[in-house]
């Protein structure tokens, strides 16, 4: 498969603090990437570094088969939509969209054809002779992002791009940017902390934590199959449930306080007998049940139903440990129930308490 994007070995310090560490990353051409990860980690500076507004200390870059490591930002044939809309406003979004191809002394003729091609791409014709100032802000980002369009580049760089935005908005915009995508077949990498996003976007996410990749994989990879806790822990809202446990009789089954469930199904490697484990299961993947079913239940006391509409979130203790269930909203139960919890072994994920590491 034709490499878009290929960071080799990057490495980024300022001063005595390192940033980025020996990163490696290829990007297929045509794909979405998202970087995902909480602020600090690292995302937003390995995005600048790819657009070349941070020089790197050492490492190489390569876009379209180009070393552009040292390249000049003009030079990389990107196109960048940054967090701020970066408008002027004192020019009309025609301007706006027109303003780096008159600077590269673009014939007139094919400024005119981008700027319609633009305008009708993200439906912002109407809007092309007003200024920034009389436009919403999601309006406001699609003429940031026809700005970065009309440079027809191979490659776009999105950073956070619908952060400044309300829910409804954000909503709204991330299902075109998805359709700009299916549309242009452009390589797309696009930052974001919202997991939302990040797994409704990208063909493949990079979870990043102090300047190095946890976990490379496709949406469905990341949310299923968490590669350490940090990833587990990260990805999914409400967050996987955390169980500390021992796993016991050669790795059959785990102990859970007083409970002992067989972990038959469980969908991992090979699993030894360890003091120290950690169980995730995510809140869909437990079931109420009315009855204890031996090595298969946990029994546990219903604590809160919260409603949210199409479905309903039981907060219970089990063990002493607080869990979380995700049930259909026709299943809503008291405060003070007592239910016992089937786990979705197949679906469960366990981690060694030291490495962190998915066992």
């Not at 994007?5 to 998202?34: H, P, R």
């Not at 990208?202 to 350490?228: C, E, F, H, S």
């Not at 785990?254 to 950690?278: H, K």
Request: charged letters at 25%; glycine letters at 8%; proline letters at 5%.
């Amino acid at each position: 498969m034709t490499q878009s994007i290929s960071v080799k070995d990057l490495t980024l310090n300022f001063g005595a603090v390192s940033v980025l560490q020996k990163m490696n990353l290829d990007v297929a051409e045509g794909e979405f990437i998202v970087l995902l990860g909480p602020s600090g980690c690292g995302k937003s500076t390995l995005l600048n570094c790819l657009a070349g507004l941070l020089d790197i200390t050492d490492g190489q870059i390569w876009i379209k088969g180009k070393n552009v490591t040292w390249a000049e930002p003009s030079e990389r044939g990107i196109g960048m939509v940054f967090q701020s809309y970066a408008l002027y406003p004192q020019m009309t979004v025609r301007g706006n969209l027109s303003f780096g191809l008159k600077n590269a002394r673009m014939p007139a003729a094919e400024i005119e054809k981008r700027v319609a091609r633009a305008a009708e791409i993200l439906q912002i014709g109407p809007l092309l002779d007003r200024k920034p100032g009389a436009l919403s802000g999601g309006q406001r980002q699609r003429v940031a992002i026809g700005r970065a369009l009309v440079r027809d580049v191979d490659v776009f760089l999105f950073d956070e791009p619908l952060s400044n935005l309300d829910a409804k908005l954000r909503s709204e915009l991330r299902v075109e940017i998805k359709r700009l995508h299916e549309r242009l077949k452009n390589t797309m990498v696009y930052v974001t902390h919202d997991q939302i996003e990040a797994l409704t976007l990208a063909d493949r996410i990079a979870v990043m934590k102090g300047g190095v990749i946890q976990q490379l994989a496709d949406p469905q990879t990341i949310y299923n199959r968490p590669t350490n806790l940090f990833v587990a822990g990260f990805i999914g809202s409400p967050a996987m449930n955390m169980l500390p446990v021992k796993t016991i009789d050669n790795g059959r089954a785990f102990q859970f306080g007083s409970t002992r469930i067989d972990l038959a199904g469980y969908d991992g490697g090979a699993v030894l007998e360890r003091d120290n484990a950690i169980l995730g299961v995510r809140p869909e993947h437990i079931t109420i049940r009315t009855e204890a079913v031996p090595g298969r239940t946990i029994p546990a006391e219903v604590e809160i139903d919260e409603h949210l509409g199409a479905d309903s979130l039981l907060w219970l203790k089990a063990e002493g440990r607080e869990m979380c269930v995700r049930i259909p909203v026709e299943g809503r139960l008291p405060s003070g129930s007592q239910v016992h919890l089937m786990l979705d072994m197949p679906k469960a994920s366990l981690f060694d308490a030291k490495t962190e590491q998915r066992i």
